[in-house]
């Protein structure tokens, strides 16, 4: 059974940077795609950022110059280094893969990570 485990959400004061990890595990064989998305209360939840195994990425226009997607496929890890960060970023962030793993290849999400930004 192949796990996302997010970490690095918290509360920070508008300008501020956060910091977001996912980490997959299990018995895995390759990771192709994975993203961050967020979802704020009473939206739609969103793609924020993706990266693909040959680490082209892809950014909604709302943070396009200030989040950084990156992966570490050594670690099956991927980040979100989120900076100039605003009000309106307040969300939960999910991380989402595409795995092949021992069991199956499919979707796998994370359990989410709240972040707020308010002063």
């Known amino acids: 059974q192949v796990q996302l485990v997010e970490s690095g959400g918290g509360l920070v004061q508008p300008g501020g940077s956060l910091r977001l990890s996912c980490a997959a595990s299990?018995?895995?064989?390759?990771?192709?795609?994975m993203g961050w998305y967020r979802q704020a209360p009473g939206k739609q939840r969103e793609l924020v950022a993706a990266?693909?195994?040959?680490?082209?990425?892809n950014y909604v226009d709302s943070v396009k110059g200030r989040f950084t997607i990156s992966r570490d496929n050594a670690k099956n890890t991927v980040y979100l280094q989120m900076n100039s960060l605003k009000p309106e970023d307040t969300a939960v962030y999910y991380c989402?893969?595409?795995?092949?793993?021992?069991?199956?290849?499919?979707?796998?999400w994370g359990q989410g990570t709240q972040v707020t930004v308010s002063s």
């Open positions: 989402n893969a595409d795995v092949w793993s021992v069991a199956r290849r499919g979707d796998y």
């Open positions: 299990g018995i895995i064989f390759t990771i192709y795609d």
């Open positions: 990266i693909n195994s040959g680490m082209s990425t």
